[in-house]
């Protein structure tokens, strides 16, 4: 496995559409387990394609107690709303709250092809929206966000 760099905002592939992936193989399968390592190793919880530079469909998701791997992910329902605290990895030291869908059921491939449904609420409802933003090339901040300030960021250390 690899620890890849992650793209930074300002970068222009992170504003583009990503592409569904066509086939689920050892290079993709590969990629899956990369992104990982590489979220893992930044201290994320979420990991778009795009955000390693790749414009595919595949997003890893860790809280600590879910680990998802979405390919092609597609939004059924949201329901719901929360607001909260939210970053990006390719956004160091931008903070904001944003509004997100306190519940969530997304379709999905799993890495052997299958078909797959997966229901999420609160903070995996938060991430996976997060993230599918990412393969529209939309950032956290782009719309529902007030960004915080260095100093109201000390109320959430």
């Known amino acids: 496995?690899?620890?890849?760099?992650?793209v930074k905002d300002g970068d222009e592939i992170l504003?583009?559409?990503s592409k569904p992936v066509?086939?689920?193989?050892?290079k993709l399968?590969?990629?899956l387990d990369d992104m990982k390592e590489t979220m893992e190793k930044a201290g994320g919880v979420g990991l778009a394609?795009?955000?390693?530079?790749?414009?595919?469909?595949v997003i890893v998701i860790d809280t600590g107690e879910d680990q998802l791997e979405?390919?092609?992910p597609k939004l059924l329902s949201a329901k719901g709303e929360q607001e909260d605290l939210e970053g990006c990895l390719s956004c160091p030291g931008k903070w904001g709250i944003r509004k997100r869908p306190l519940k969530v059921e997304v379709e999905t491939l799993t890495r052997e092809g299958k078909t797959v449904r997966k229901k999420a609420e609160g903070f995996l409802a938060k991430a996976i929206c997060h993230e599918m933003d990412h393969l529209q090339g939309k950032l956290f901040y782009d719309e529902d966000c007030r960004i915080l300030s260095p100093e109201e960021m000390k109320e959430y250390e």
Do not use: H, S, T, Y
């Open 1 to 6: 496995m690899a620890i890849l760099n992650i």
């Open 15 to 17: 504003r583009k559409k």
């Open 22 to 26: 066509d086939k689920i193989d050892e």
């Open 29 to 31: 399968l590969i990629l």
């Open 49 to 57: 394609a795009v955000q390693i530079g790749k414009l595919k469909q």
């Open 70 to 72: 979405l390919i092609n």
